[in-house]
């Protein structure tokens, strides 16, 4: 089955200046698909715009229009983190369309699976509020939209991004249709995601929360993946996977202070790519979330496609040199007593 890529030149429209979150990130990992002749083993997914509608199954009308007002009167900063141009509410509303079509792609069995290579990142992005570097949570807005069109009952969202995706938790906190997963540094930006939540009412267990201490790289992920993602995913056997797909656990990366090689990403990919082929039909869409050092985000991303369209795995930049990673053995204990994991 054929693997698939959203990617349009209007996202590198989002002009942030010299912000870490800037169109470089785009540029590079495209170039790279391009020199290691990736990009023709993919099947290209043309973006459209979201509809206000569409956008709205998330975010409330009121913050749309403010967003594009913002857009329309020239840019500026938002918060502290978020900052925005005359093109950037075009670049957002088309980074929410291409995860939609990525989505969309997928069910339809145009591909087998499919990567939204898209900016502004989306997983901090509140109901009614820009955050950390997001403007709209494209992925959640993605969940609801798959959830509505094609009548899903259960959708698992993973988020390996090494920041806790406040929004995407928030918003499906009280949802039992929608499963989300998130690995984050911790404590670290943006302070939530402890392993207490566990969500609400019917949704009771649907949201799983696993903080990490600095220092974890690919063994203490695996460990992860293996003892409660694994047993996690298969318990609710989703019928579509999404994966919010930040590589800013690379140890290159110095934002955050983890150890995440490219070929610990890849591990994890194939991982994942697994539990969508045996529980739901294969059916599995990443989109891009953070991953701020050009090269490592670049091979990161290649080393994802790699493992999708089953290639062997390149890692030119080899594992950390750190040596002092944390046993986190007692936390896994934890949060699998807490939701009841085998
Ligand atoms: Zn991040």
């Not at 590079?28 to 459209?48: D, F």
């Not at 969500?199 to 600095?214: E, F, H, M, Q």
């Amino acid at each position: 089955m054929k693997a698939g890529y959203v990617y349009h030149p209007i996202y590198l429209e989002h002009d942030t200046g010299q912000h870490v979150e800037r169109a470089g990130r785009l540029e590079a990992i495209i170039s790279h698909l391009e020199e290691t002749g990736l990009k023709q083993q993919l099947l290209p997914i043309q973006p459209r715009a979201a509809t206000v509608e569409e956008i709205a199954l998330v975010h409330h009308k009121r913050y749309i229009e403010e967003i594009r007002r913002v857009a329309q009167g020239g840019g500026g900063w938002l918060d502290a983190d978020t900052v925005m141009s005359p093109h950037s509410y075009e670049a957002a509303i088309y980074a929410v369309g291409g995860v939609i079509r990525a989505t969309e792609a997928v069910m339809d069995g145009e591909v087998g699976s499919a990567f939204a290579l898209v900016r502004p990142p989306g997983h901090h992005a509140t109901v009614a509020q820009a955050m950390g570097f997001c403007l709209f949570n494209n992925v959640a807005i993605a969940a609801r939209y798959a959830l509505n069109k094609y009548q899903l009952e259960r959708i698992a969202i993973i988020d390996f991004d090494v920041h806790h995706g406040n929004s995407t938790h928030d918003i499906f906190y009280d949802d039992p249709r929608v499963l989300y997963i998130s690995t984050h540094q911790y404590p670290f930006y943006p302070g939530t995601g402890a392993i207490e939540q566990t969500g609400d009412g019917a949704a009771k267990g649907a949201t799983v929360n696993i903080p990490l201490p600095a220092g974890c790289g690919d063994a203490e992920y695996l460990q992860v993946f293996n003892q409660v993602i694994a047993p996690a995913v298969e318990r609710f056997a989703p019928q579509l996977i999404l994966v919010s797909a930040g590589y800013d656990s690379h140890w290159a990366d110095r934002l955050a202070l983890m150890q995440v090689s490219t070929t610990g990403f890849a591990d994890m990919v194939k991982l994942i790519k697994g539990w969508a082929d045996e529980l739901c039909g294969g059916r599995l869409v990443f989109s891009l979330e953070g991953g701020y050092h050009f090269r490592a985000l670049a091979c990161s991303v290649k080393a994802t496609f790699d493992v999708l369209l089953g290639n062997s795995i390149e890692d030119p930049l080899g594992p950390s040199a750190d040596s002092g990673a944390p046993d986190i053995t007692p936390l896994l204990k934890a949060i699998k007593d807490i939701h009841r994991l085998p």
